[in-house]
């Protein structure tokens, strides 16, 4: 059986009981670190479980996958992700995968920033589409997303934006080489998310938002340590909210009460 078990958002305790249960009795359990972080390391994750993990990179969950897959087929292999299993396309697709070997498949799911997004007061059934915020270069600067976020907005709907994470990627000069060097990791905070938008904000004008615009800045979401600020994106820029991960909410223009209401502790 190959297994993708959710961890939730927090630390090593935020697993399910269900989760525990199969990570204690797995041959193999792989510990997915790309597309999303826990608040606690490796090790602590390891002596919680009573179990060694795998560190599964980009390259092994995007490339080599099949290998684990169809090792499968003989044990019990988990792989761990951070928040939900089904959060990231990735996972959707070796699901897809272990059916074409013939794997048998289960899904543990838990709590992600998907629905735990819900804590700063804004009421879930009044997001729209979900969009991610990608770290620009300074010879690449794509803003597509904000037109995701324009959509929502002329809907009256907020829109969470998930942010880069860089995580053993290559640098662009190793890509033509035959061994491969890594930049260290760096994840997006909503200060630099709030930057980016602020620029694109005024390159396109009259859309209803702009740097005076309301945003809500989250932090470890799930975590003790968990902090939430609302503020303009102006001032969003300069706000430091702390260590990763982070998500920005460009909220909708007309807010439900209550709302308002749980919103003004953060403000």
């Not at 510990?31 to 990179?57: C, H, N, P, Q």
Request: aromatic share 6%; net charge negative; charged share 25%.
């Amino acid at each position: 059986m190959f297994y993708l078990i959710g961890l939730g958002l927090g630390d090593a305790k935020d697993i399910t009981v269900k989760g525990l249960e199969i990570v204690k009795k797995c041959d193999k359990v792989l510990l997915e670190g790309y597309t999303s972080i826990l608040t606690v390391g490796k090790d602590v994750l390891e002596e919680f479980y009573g179990r060694t993990l795998i560190i599964a990179d980009r390259e092994l969950c995007e490339s080599n996958i099949d290998d684990t897959l169809k090792e499968a087929k003989e044990k019990d292999i988990a792989l761990l992700v951070v928040g939900d299993p089904l959060g990231a396309t990735t996972h959707t697709d070796m699901l897809l995968r272990a059916k074409e070997f013939g794997v048998e498949t289960q899904i543990v799911h838990n709590a992600s920033i998907m629905n735990a997004v819900s804590c700063c007061g804004l009421q879930l059934y009044n997001f729209g589409e979900t969009v991610s915020i990608p770290y620009w270069t300074e010879t690449w600067k794509p803003d597509s997303f904000f037109e995701k976020i324009l959509g929502n907005y002329s809907r009256n709907l907020h829109t969470l934006c998930l942010l880069d994470i860089k995580v053993k990627e290559p640098t662009e000069e190793s890509l033509t080489k035959k061994v491969r060097q890594y930049m260290d990791p760096k994840f997006m905070s909503v200060k630099e998310a709030a930057q980016q938008l602020v620029q694109i904000t005024e390159n396109q004008t009259n859309t209803g938002i702009s740097r005076n615009s309301l945003a809500i800045g989250l932090s470890r979401v799930g975590a003790p340590d968990q902090k939430i600020a609302a503020m303009s994106l102006e001032e969003m820029q300069h706000h430091d909210l702390g260590a990763p991960l982070h998500s920005l909410v460009i909220p909708a223009a007309v807010l439900h009460p209550l709302e308002v209401d749980y919103l003004a502790q953060f403000r």
